[in-house]
Structure formats: C-alpha cells, structure tokens
C-alpha cells in the first residue's frame, strides 16, 4: 500500500461484513487508514467490523449495497467518491457460493450469484478506476478461487464456478488495461478455508485446511513495494488441493 505524505491511505473491501472479507478489513485496519466498508446482507456485522477498525486507530466508513445491482453499485461508489478522492486499494472480496445442484437453479439464483460474484468485480472495479488513477500506484486485489484457472465440471454450486472462472479472466484483462495508469491488478485464490461450506471432496496434501492468516500473507504481499512489478498474477493458496 501506497499513499503521499500526509494523505491517508484509502481502501475499499467488498463483503466486508463476514468471513474472508471481514478478517481482510480488520487486518487492513490500521492508524491513518480510511477503510471503507462494504456489507449487504450482514449489516450488524458490518458495523462490528466498523468499531473494531476504528479502535485499531483506522477511520472506517459504511457502504451498504446489493451488488447485485447495478445502481446500486454505481451509488456506493458514487458515496465512496464523496468520502475520498483516491483510492489506493480495492479488494473486490463480495461472493455468493450457493450449494446446490445444477439442474435445481432457478434463471434468477443463476444471475444474482452470477452479478454478485463476478459482473459486480468488473463494474466496481471499471467504476473506481478515476480514484484509483488519482491514488497510483494503486492496486486491486480479487478473490478468486483455487480451481478458477481451468475449465472442468461443476455440477454444485456451478454459478459460483462459472463466476470465479470469469474473475479470473477480468483479473489478467483489467492488469493489461490498466496498467498504464500505475494500477496493478491481481488475484488471491483461496483453496478450502476453516470456513467453507461442506467438506473438501479430496484431502489436502500439506494436511490442514486453509486459514484466513494464510490469504492475508498473500494479500500483504501483493500490496507490498516488493510486488511492485506483480500484476495481472494469481496466487493460489490452497495447501495444493484442488491444483
């Protein structure tokens, strides 16, 4: 992460509310740092993500939003506009995974996890390209997931891997389109987390399941002056499984 002297440095997580999103911002959480906070559906969770940032000396600011929506999501940048005029850091972070069988969607369930998972990646990331431009160098981070990058059978939850599969493709298209404006643009893929629904249908070889500690030490990387010529990558943190 970047930012001038004296200017502090802004960063907008999607789904910040819960789970990976929620240990994202409190791990970005820091003195000086505006986090503005992305939640739906977790509301009281985005609010105790809110205090907890703020006792860690960060300034966090509430977006709600239905990033199924398309207004919706030019809204919620439009309100992160008017809290800030740059933006360093954008981890599109929202997702929705629905377990279930391909044949038992419905065309609706199909498109909102669809919008949700990867058209909201594209607009917000396409919408925040002015404050990112006047925050450079600046970067996106998206979570993918760890089998993203081939194009095999998914019979449950096919939506989500359709939707993941095309982050992956916006991840490598946004790096090349944006790079010129100083903005890099990269991809943590997760494998199975302590968290995840279900159980992996294989084991893991490295023998344990994933842990948010694991995604932020990818994370910190890609934000790093270290990764400063990184974009358009994807590290696949996965213990090997699914690979």
Same mark, same amino acid.
């Given at each position: ?64 939003? !239905? +990033?199924? /929506?398309?207004? @919706?999501? &030019? ?9 800030? %005029? *740059?933006? #360093? ?11 279930? !069988? +391909?044949? /038992?969607?419905? @065309?609706? &369930? ?9 058209? %909201? *990646?594209? #607009? ?120």
């Amino acid at each position: 992460m970047s930012a001038a002297a004296g200017e502090p440095c802004a960063i907008l997580v999607t789904g910040a509310g819960r789970g990976l999103g929620r240990a994202i911002a409190l791990h970005l959480a820091r003195p000086g740092t505006l986090l503005l906070l992305h939640h739906h559906a977790s509301s009281a969770g985005g609010q105790a993500v809110q205090r907890e940032a703020e006792a860690k000396g960060a300034r966090a600011v509430l977006l709600a939003a !239905d +990033l199924a /929506d398309a207004a @919706a999501r &030019e809204r919620m940048m439009a309100e992160a506009a008017r809290h800030t %005029a *740059v933006l #360093h850091v954008l981890i599109n972070g929202a997702g929705i995974y629905p377990e279930r !069988d +391909l044949l /038992d969607f419905s @065309a609706a &369930e199909w498109q909102r996890t669809f919008d949700v998972t990867c058209s %909201a *990646v594209f #607009h917000l990331t396409q919408l925040a390209v002015p404050l990112l431009k006047a925050g450079a160098p600046s970067c996106v981070v998206n979570i993918g997931d760890s089998g993203a990058d081939r194009a095999v059978a998914h019979v449950a939850a096919t939506p989500y891997h359709v939707a993941k599969l095309g982050v992956q493709v916006l991840t490598r298209s946004f790096a090349k389109a944006l790079g010129p404006a100083g903005i890099r643009v990269n991809q943590v893929s997760p494998g199975f987390l302590e968290n995840s629904v279900g159980q992996p249908e294989s084991p893991v070889p490295l023998g344990r399941l994933g842990r948010f500690e694991d995604i932020l030490a990818a994370l910190d990387y890609l934000l790093s002056p270290g990764a400063a010529y990184v974009s358009g990558a994807t590290i696949v943190v996965s213990g090997a499984w699914n690979v």
